[in-house]
């Protein structure tokens, strides 16, 4: 089973759903890995000691412009569909735009010429941590500089499959990232707080994953900050709160210290042992 731990916005608590869920399934015996796919900006592993197994790059194809054989007919420009190719025949200009790239190969089969090759560079790496003997975390960590988390992510995804279950700690937002993270998802776990901005984005969210028609429900973190607007939305689209964390200053505080909440209080754990009831007999 693979659970997407997801928001439409950065900062609502997905990563403390995410690592706290994943280490209390681990507990419990169960064979669980945890993907962290905010390939940008990684950090659920500062909250397990663990050792790294192995590592891979992930690399992808770039084309490698041949002045020499160009005759700057621009079909290649034509056959970009990310408008990566800046082509001013006249002046015998081209420029390859490297961060919007996505590698796709169409500009390579478009010319007749010769006059475009194929390279690679690298765009991140996935991680293989072991948590303990049934459990590991892969970490995908996009290279600085690089623009393109996707084929990070899906390499991560892939290298997380091997297990019962899979928590994924989808990239915020609602672009591509996003949409691909949780189109791999059985279930998502959409993370939510009661404000007009989490609100707006938990919105943008539901819409994609009704698109999608992945089974859903909602975690509000949080509580008792803002209006009471986020539960009238959800209950007149009769959408599913599937646990409500409190706003809590000592939370925030274990998380912050790198710490996994449902270590050190009682009454958290036994929520996160109903919400992983709740998704494994959904
Ligand atoms: S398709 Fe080939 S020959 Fe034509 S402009 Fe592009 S690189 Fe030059
Ligand atoms: S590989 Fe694809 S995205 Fe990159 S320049 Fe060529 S056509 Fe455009």
Redesign the pocket.
Known sequence: MIVAVASGKGGTGKTLIATNLFALLSKASYNVNLADCDAEEPNSLIFFKSTKESASEVRQMLPL?EPE?????????EYCNYNA?F?L?EKRI?RLIEDLCHGCGA?TY????D??KETEISLGEVGMYRVNSKSKLVEGRLRVGALTPVPVIKETIKASLDSEIVILDAPPGTSCPFIHTISKADYVLLVTEPTPFGLNDLKLSIQIVRQMEKPFSVIINRAGLGSDDVYKYLKKEKIKISMELQFDKEIAMIYSSGKLVIESRADIYQKFVKLSESIIHN
């Open positions: 412009f054989a160009c005759t700057y007919c621009g079909k290649c420009e190719i082509l025949p081209f500009c478009a010319c007749k010429f006059a475009l």
